[in-house]
């Protein structure tokens, strides 16, 4: 079992930045892929991004690319999403998941989900 609770959403300007964290309880966090998602108002929940148990292999939405970076510390079972030249449309609640076998983009693969946590980026 893990549980998960992001952090370090919040209101930024476009342009700006912010880091989210999720910190997920219990001794396997280093056997888990992790990923992160997102969900705007009156949208389907979106993948944005994931990295692999190790922290070797990572993989992004196309429309992350570049902006968007996700590591990990196993050590203090957490994982990061730092988000740079944010625009209006990255405004969404962020969730980060966890899965045993490997990385991938579907939702449904995803076995454990925290609360999420509000991101709003002005204009």
């Known amino acids: 079992q893990v549980q998960l609770v992001e952090s370090g959403g919040g209101l930024v300007q476009a342009g700006g930045s912010l880091r989210l964290s999720c910190a997920a309880s219990?001794?396997?966090?280093?056997?888990?892929?992790m990923g992160w998602f997102r969900q705007a108002p009156g949208k389907e929940r979106q993948f944005v991004a994931a990295i692999s148990w190790s922290g070797g292999s990572t993989y992004y939405a196309d429309s992350m690319k570049g902006r968007f970076t996700i590591s990990r510390d196993n050590a203090k079972n957490t994982v990061y999403l730092r988000m740079n030249s944010l625009k209006p449309e990255d405004t969404a609640v962020y969730y980060c998941?966890?899965?045993?076998?490997?990385?991938?983009?579907?939702?449904?693969?995803?076995?454990?989900w925290g609360q999420g946590t509000q991101v709003t980026v002005s204009s």
């Open positions: 219990g001794r396997t966090f280093s056997s888990y892929a």
């Open positions: 998941a966890a899965k045993i076998y490997g990385l991938g983009s579907d939702l449904d693969a995803y076995d454990y």
